[in-house]
């Protein structure tokens, strides 16, 4: 999602960089960061977008940055092969699932970076943790949950039914955590944890970099990774770098091996062949969402009446720069169970549109405002430039000012943008949602059901038709699960609980590296 707010929120799908043949040597980036290229095991230079609020996997609420540097950190009990569908052995061999409880066998001979084996005790300790901690809808559906294991398994029994739970514990916000981790996290530390991953922390400086270096003898990842492996780097500097351009300038002269990037800079990276590209996007859009708490919102003409006004073509345009793709579904094009025929529910956007509908729910519109009990029609946007673009933002502003609505732009850093989200204090948002694994519900725990507050992980949608059908979604079967998300499709649209907006295919650059990503960038993948 991976909430994957920053979502995103995680949704997963493997991607494949091809290696560039190309090799640059590099100035030094921030203190302590070695970052001389040289041949075989090398230090590789990856960028992340802002600041990590923590190294806590289960309390990060989707920020990406958290899960990009814990996707290195810790190991998980299942991940994605190559092809982004199938689940692979990780921590667990093998495993036996159904809706309600899932069972894992789990590796032998894992060991966390200070020692401690890594077996079915200590896994069931750091799932355990999970279901205290806000994240735990997300990864594991409802609760209440029971954790027990023995010997060489670990049972996960669940509250309410979910389908997608094995798809979800392949993601970065259902690392495993050792012991001895799981103490730092309760003390608050986000500079140093102990985790069973391929990389442990040499230094952390907040707003700067972390410096990661590789643990000898790491065997047991997925699709065969091995910390000895051909062309595994020694160490990995992930520096903090806020600005799009710099990050792409960066790319270029070398500072940095892999990046994100996104905005005007994307064509000149594309067009220069000494750096390797791909795109990705993934089963999900970024949404209008509207504060299910805010009066005005809670009626339905409202959301209609916005959802009428904004042309999400235009608006991907702005938002992207044309790297990204529209949907009238929540879910993209191409994703698994998405229905084109909930296009049939969408008017063609129009300002005039949307101003007759406020007018026929007792709106009027005059002098440039909508206004009801003589008060105007006025809302404040949460949003983060990190992952969003403020063209996007003020094209909404400027279109539904259009209409009469008042809308006032609210830009924040991210982490600060997902606790204004969790904590429900904004009334429009974009919520970024980009990515999605096999599994079609991946990311509608983040969208229905209680709210965070309640004990669940809702941000936006506060509809009981929608939460019953997602619940009977997560109860299906293979052969039925699809006829059950296009009702949830449907539904979403036709009660204008969120409008979809866009989504931001992420373009992925790298210098001499391969990787596979998963949506996020995972660091476990990388390779020279």
């Known amino acids: 999602m991976k909430l994957r707010l920053l979502v995103p929120i995680m949704a997963v799908v493997a991607v494949s960089l091809a290696a560039c043949t190309s090799s640059g040597s590099a100035s030094p980036k921030g203190s302590g960061a070695s970052t001389t290229h040289a041949s075989g095991h090398a230090n590789v230079n990856v960028r992340i977008g802002g600041d990590w609020p923590t190294l806590d996997p289960y309390q990060t609420s989707g920020n990406l940055n958290t899960d990009i540097l814990d996707s290195g950190i810790f190991d998980r009990l299942v991940a994605l092969g190559p092809d982004g569908k199938t689940v692979v052995p990780y921590l667990a061999t093998k495993w036996n699932v159904t809706p309600t409880k899932l069972v894992f066998t789990i590796r032998s001979g894992v060991t966390c970076s200070d020692g401690t084996p890594m077996d079915a005790a200590a896994i069931a300790g750091s799932l355990k943790?999970?279901?205290?901690?806000?994240?735990?809808?997300?990864?594991?559906g409802g609760g209440p949950y029971k954790i027990t294991n023995d010997a060489s398994t670990v049972t996960i029994e669940l509250g309410k039914p979910y389908s997608d739970a094995l798809y979800k514990l392949s993601d970065a916000h259902a690392s495993i955590i050792c012991p001895a981790g799981i103490t730092m996290m309760k003390a608050k530390n986000?500079?140093?944890?102990?985790?069973?991953?391929p990389y442990t922390i040499a230094e952390a400086v907040h707003s700067d970099h972390v410096k990661l270096t590789a643990r000898p003898g790491w065997k047991w990842g997925p699709n065969g990774e091995t910390t000895d492996g051909a062309g595994r780097p020694s160490s990995l500097t992930v520096h903090v770098v806020t600005d799009e351009s710099t990050a792409a300038n960066e790319l270029v002269t070398g500072q940095l091996d892999i990046a994100s990037?996104?905005?005007p800079d994307v064509a000149r990276l594309i067009a220069d062949k000494s750096l390797t590209h791909t795109t990705f996007g993934g089963q999900y859009l970024s949404n209008l969402v509207f504060n299910p708490s805010n009066t005005a919102l809670q009626d339905q003409q409202v959301r209609k009446a916005i959802s009428q006004a904004i042309d999400t073509k235009a608006f991907m345009q702005a938002d992207t720069g044309g790297y990204g793709v529209t949907s009238a579904s929540p879910f993209a094009p191409g994703a698994t169970c998405y229905d084109p025929s909930v296009a049939s529910l969408v008017s063609p956007p129009s300002v005039n549109t949307a101003k007759a509908t406020?007018?026929?729910d007792g709106y009027t519109i005059s002098g440039g405002k909508a206004t009801k009990g003589g008060k105007q029609l006025s809302f404040t946007m949460v949003t983060t430039t990190q992952n969003f673009s403020a063209a996007g933002q003020e094209y909404i502003a400027s279109t539904l000012?259009?209409?009469g609505i008042d809308v006032k732009i609210k830009s924040v850093d991210a982490s600060t943008y997902n606790q204004l989200l969790v904590a429900g204090n904004y009334d429009l948002a974009q919520q970024l949602l980009s990515g999605g694994g096999p599994a079609p519900g991946d990311y509608m725990l983040y969208m229905t059901g209680p709210s965070f507050k309640d004990g669940g992980g809702n941000t936006s949608i506060?509809?009981?038709?929608?939460?019953?059908?997602?619940?009977?979604?997560f109860s299906s079967t293979p052969d039925t699960q699809c006829a059950a998300w296009d009702a949830v499709q449907k539904t979403v649209i036709k009660n204008n609980d969120v409008l979809p907006l866009d989504q931001q295919q992420k373009q992925y650059f790298a210098k001499g590296i391969k990787m596979i990503t998963f949506t996020?960038?995972?660091?476990d993948t990388l390779t020279r």
């Not at 986000?190 to 991953?197: D, F, I, M, P």
Request: proline residues 4%; glycine residues 8%; charged residues 10%.
């Open 358 to 360: 406020l007018q026929a």
């Open 462 to 473: 506060n509809d009981p038709a929608v939460n019953s059908l997602v619940q009977a979604a």
């Open 261 to 263: 990037i996104t905005g």
């Open 190 to 197: 986000s500079t140093q944890t102990v985790g069973s991953g």
């Open 520 to 523: 996020l960038l995972h660091l």
């Open 129 to 140: 943790y999970l279901t205290t901690q806000s994240e735990a809808p997300q990864e594991l």
């Open 401 to 403: 000012g259009e209409v």
